[in-house]
């Protein structure tokens, strides 16, 4: 196992991985059409984008690097100017060797920040040394407090810990995906995707919300929302993410494959809502939840299980004329009744 920031033959890799957090004026989000023009923006530099919506972004510069004849941080400020410039928007940049430490860079920064982990083992371990568990990546709440109850409640004892241990409190594949993590491995490469086969929304609370059931309404107008744009694009997604947003501005991401590509409303609502549930999430004060309906494909190409169930059929035939009273009097016309318990309005991205 290589250390962090080497490559298995131990030779230092250049620190070129680029996390991007966008952040419009007034701390806002950053709108749908706004995170499209901000991702071309990056593909000035690179066309190694991973795009991780409603806000962020990966990008490996390490081959633009002698094009631009800058390092890393001189290509980040590039694209923290041009930003600010251009769109009005502030970027928060994590560098790092990996996307692990370049993600965990940009959390502990500041808007309009640019930090940079170095490259070497020692300084690696000083920056994750001190970290609670919870910051890793794959680190959810349950994960944490299972950790914790063996005192393995830092990175830096994580690291510590022997590999068999982790296996034994979280099972093999977790326990060892941990324990690389405590240690700053992170082999994951930057996966190009196609921002146009993706369609999101978020809803941000008036205030720091630790309501669980406020938090469930305001996904089912989410899920509600996008499966209705997806219907009248003629569009199914395979996939849905969650991001959750926290008042010290951390987030959380999960993404859940879809039994079968699906606009169906009740579909993405239950899929947000195991998403939701798989959390963990107890006293957490949240500030926002997004839903992004992933790798969308055409309705007609998709394939789809026949049901003989009334009920299902019941339920498309009502969600059709709610779509035609919609595209007639408008989109607030009919909405699901829990979203009216509360949650507030859904504002549009």
């Known amino acids: 196992m290589s250390a962090p920031g080497l490559s298995p033959s131990g030779a230092a890799r250049p620190p070129g991985m680029?996390?991007?957090?966008?952040?419009?004026?007034?701390?806002?989000?950053?709108?749908?059409?706004?995170?499209?023009?901000?991702?071309?923006?990056?593909?000035?530099?690179?066309?190694?984008?991973?795009?991780?919506?409603?806000?962020?972004?990966?990008?490996?510069?390490?081959?633009?690097?002698?094009?631009?004849?800058?390092?890393?941080?001189?290509?980040?400020?590039?694209?923290?100017?041009?930003?600010?410039?251009?769109?009005?928007?502030?970027?928060?940049?994590?560098?790092?060797?990996?996307?692990?430490?370049?993600?965990?860079?940009?959390?502990?920064a500041v808007p309009g920040q640019i930090r940079v982990v170095p490259d070497d083992a020692a300084a690696v371990t000083a920056f994750l040394d001190r970290r609670p568990a919870s910051a890793l990546l794959g680190v959810g709440p349950a994960t944490a407090r299972a950790l914790s109850a063996y005192g393995l409640d830092s990175v830096g004892r994580i690291a510590a810990a022997p590999p068999a241990t982790l296996q034994r409190i979280l099972g093999a594949k977790t326990g060892r995906m941990v324990y690389e993590r405590a240690r700053g491995i992170d082999p994951t490469p930057v996966v190009p995707n196609a921002a146009a086969r993706s369609m999101g929304a978020e809803h941000r609370f008036a205030h720091d919300e630790l309501d669980p059931a406020r938090r469930r309404r305001a996904l089912l107008s989410l899920a509600d929302g996008l499966g209705a744009r997806m219907r009248a694009s003629g569009q199914v997604a395979r996939a849905l993410t969650l991001t959750v947003r926290y008042a010290d501005r951390s987030t959380t991401t999960r993404t859940r494959r879809l039994d079968e590509p699906t606009a169906h409303g009740p579909a993405l609502t239950a899929a947000a809502y195991a998403l939701h549930a798989a959390l963990g999430l107890q006293r957490a004060r949240v500030r926002s939840v997004a839903l992004r309906a992933e790798d969308l494909c055409r309705a007609?190409?998709?394939?789809?299980?026949?049901?003989?169930?009334?009920?299902?059929?019941?339920?498309?035939?009502?969600?059709?004329?709610?779509?035609?009273?919609r595209a007639r009097f408008g989109t607030e016309v009919v909405r699901p009744a829990a979203t009216l318990g509360g949650a507030g309005r859904r504002p549009q991205s």
């Open 18 to 108: 680029l996390h991007v957090r966008f952040v419009a004026a007034g701390d806002a989000p950053v709108g749908a059409a706004e995170f499209e023009r901000l991702l071309a923006l990056l593909a000035q530099f690179t066309p190694m984008i991973e795009a991780l919506p409603p806000d962020a972004a990966l990008a490996d510069v390490r081959g633009a690097l002698r094009y631009f004849d800058r390092d890393a941080a001189g290509i980040a400020e590039l694209i923290r100017l041009r930003a600010l410039a251009w769109h009005g928007v502030r970027c928060t940049i994590g560098i790092a060797a990996n996307p692990l430490l370049a993600r965990m860079a940009a959390q502990g």
């Open 300 to 325: 007609e190409l998709a394939a789809h299980q026949l049901t003989f169930d009334p009920s299902d059929d019941k339920a498309h035939r009502i969600e059709a004329a709610v779509d035609r009273a």
